[in-house]
């Protein structure tokens, strides 16, 4: 377990064309692209890496 183990952290999601910028406790990551021929519309899939994780508060928003 990290360091912040237990504690909630918040992420926020933007994208935007092919591009996808991600940001922890509003500290941006480097920013990743969406596969070529990826579905624009679709379901919205949340996982965690198999030790277990609370999902609260999302909201998806169309941001035109």
Excluded at 5 to 16: D, F, M, Q
Excluded at 45 to 55: A, K, R, Y
């Amino acid at each position: 377990a990290g360091p912040d183990a237990g504690k909630w952290a918040r992420h926020r999601i933007r994208v935007s064309g092919l591009e996808v910028v991600i940001w922890v406790n509003e500290k941006e990551q480097p920013a990743l692209k969406v596969a070529e021929g990826a579905p624009a519309k679709g379901p919205l899939i949340l996982l965690d890496s198999g030790g277990g994780v609370d999902f609260a508060n999302i909201f998806v928003r169309n941001l035109n």
